[in-house]
């Protein structure tokens, strides 16, 4: 059995999340080959905005070989987003230009780059009734062992604590081809 710790993130975690979000940015495997000339393009999306904006709700999982996983939460999902629009694309946007001429001749670099100028923000309604969202991941190594659903525990039992009626889920439909988005009760009886 692999030996991990959770604990809560921490300032300095930004460089390994950031090379962990690269290493599972191929539908889960590593994406390191897809994004040699940006690395960090995934990660300044799906982990930078959560370090910066909810850092109370993100852990990261470790092991002797480094940042494994990590699950982070948003307790409000249309707030975040609106931070994100407000403080966080604003730079990605002028830090990184966006990719002209034929998309299906786009680099995946390129398709993060076209994110940065036209991110989609996904809030299911009721907004009311699933009002926060929870982003997790994991390497191979790190799955099925029970982390992912401890790290999740903990991130709701937060959320509850800061009174979420509930979270959402995204996932991947690549990944998990029959589920796209689960959505319940900050609960986890």
């Known amino acids: 059995m ?23 940015g191929n539908n889960g495997q590593d994406g390191e080959a897809f994004y040699r000339e940006d690395p960090d393009a995934l990660g300044r999306i799906y982990v930078g905005p959560y370090l910066a904006f909810e850092p109370e709700l993100s852990l990261v999982l470790e092991d002797a070989s480094g940042i494994c ?7 409000d999902s249309r707030a975040f987003f609106d931070r994100y629009e407000k403080e966080w694309r604003p730079g990605l946007c002028a830090r990184c230009s966006e990719p002209q001429g034929d998309p299906r001749q786009w680099t995946r670099v390129h398709q993060a780059h076209y994110v940065y100028h036209h991110p989609e923000y996904f809030c299911p309604e009721p907004h009311d009734q699933f009002p926060s969202h929870l982003h997790i991941d ?3 190594r790190a799955r099925g062992l029970g982390y992912g659903r401890r790290m999740l525990e903990w991130v709701m039992a937060r959320l509850r604590e800061r009174g979420s009626p ?24």
């Open 2 to 24: 692999n030996d991990c710790a959770i604990r809560p993130a921490r300032a300095g975690d930004e460089a390994g999340a950031y090379y962990f979000c690269l290493k599972t």
């Open 69 to 75: 996983g990590y699950a982070f939460g948003a307790f």
């Open 138 to 140: 994991l390497l191979g």
């Open 166 to 189: 509930g979270p959402h889920l995204c996932m991947s439909a690549a990944t998990f081809p029959p589920l796209v988005f689960i959505s319940g009760s900050a609960s986890t009886n």
